[in-house]
């Protein structure tokens, strides 16, 4: 058994963007199996924070960069799988959407062919869609198609907007109801989400890498609840014990402030908070709501189909959002 290649144990798995939000806890879930980690990252002195997730030498930090195709080559040399977890959520200098979503997603699934790699996981997000009017969900849907074209048998996950102790969307706005008196709902806050737990994601993951899951499927992750972007941020307001008003910003009036911000941040090179920063294309997302589709329920292509109960944000969020209280881990009604 000791020289059985089918075990975890005696497998390496290359994670790009192994030391993103998400990434860590893909990494932490792969170790916990016994696989050998390779983080591939534009800055792997920048990733020494991941070491502690595993055994000695159990996670090794590698230089790659999308747009250097011979890097991303020497970065899945020798690997049994690979993950792909690169993307942005807003443009700025070469890291665009086309650039990284789209054709990076296409370099790293080309080198997985050339090496005869078969397990390839790919997070996507749901909207996803060749068609739509947003640059991002274009960009992802074409490194999707890009992604089955060179490894038929890959397997795409499309979770909905991601939650956990470093996520951008709950610590967001759990920053600006702490500096505003008052939060914006984009479009009047109608639009639905269907927040997933980062651990749940990274679970996923680790199956698809595990082999257990069918291949060459795009599924989509939602949790445990569908809540509206008013219901979302008023439950933000009641963690934090922060009364706030909740002010509709229509959808044209967004567009035009998103503009405003995009100036700004040009003008300042990129030194806007990030708790402020309103894109464009960021506000014509919102018009669709992100939520998993009946057809990927149907056809088992949900949580529910890869055997995983997804968790509820009320199990997972307070945990974290209690430093935004008036009086932050003394707060006497602080979540153990």
């Not at 890498?209 to 219901?231: H, M, P, Q, W």
């Amino acid at each position: 058994m000791a020289n059985d290649l089918s075990l975890p144990s005696q497998q390496l798995v290359t994670v790009f963007g192994g030391s993103g939000f998400v990434g860590r806890h893909v990494v932490r879930a792969l170790v916990k199996r016994g696989y050998r980690v390779r983080v591939a990252v534009r800055r792997p002195d920048l990733a020494g924070f991941l070491q502690p997730l595993g055994m000695v030498g159990q996670i090794h930090a590698v230089q790659a960069n999308l747009r250097y195709p011979d890097s991303v080559a020497a970065a899945v040399k020798g690997a049994s799988a690979v993950v792909n977890l690169v993307g942005i959520l807003q443009e700025g200098g070469r890291q665009n959407f086309a650039a990284v979503q789209a054709n990076g997603a296409r370099v790293i699934a080309q080198a997985c062919a050339a090496a005869g790699i078969a397990r390839l996981v790919h997070i996507s997000a749901i909207g996803a869609d060749a068609g739509s009017k947003s640059l991002y969900a274009r960009s992802k849907a074409e490194g999707e198609a890009a992604v089955l074209a060179a490894v038929p048998g890959a397997v795409i996950l499309r979770p909905s907007i991601v939650f956990g102790p470093e996520d951008g969307f709950f610590n967001r706005f759990a920053a600006l109801a702490r500096m505003l008196p008052a939060l914006p709902l984009v479009g009047g806050g109608d639009t639905r989400f269907q927040p997933v737990f980062v651990g749940d994601v990274a679970e996923a993951v680790a199956r698809g890498v595990d082999g257990v899951v069918t291949g060459g499927r795009i599924y989509e992750l939602g949790g445990a609840e569908v809540k509206s972007f008013r219901e979302l941020l008023a439950y933000i307001c009641e963690v934090i014990d922060r009364k706030r008003l909740l002010l509709p910003l229509p959808f044209p009036l967004a567009r035009i402030q998103a503009g405003v911000f995009e100036i700004l941040d040009t003008l300042t090179l990129g030194l806007l908070p990030d708790a402020i920063k309103l894109t464009r294309d960021q506000v014509t997302l919102l018009e669709s709501d992100n939520v998993v589709s009946a057809a990927a329920v149907a056809e088992g292509r949900s949580f529910e189909g890869l055997g995983i109960a997804p968790v509820s944000v009320e199990a997972i969020v307070p945990s974290y959002l209690w430093r935004f209280r008036k009086t932050g881990q003394f707060d006497t009604a602080r979540a153990e």
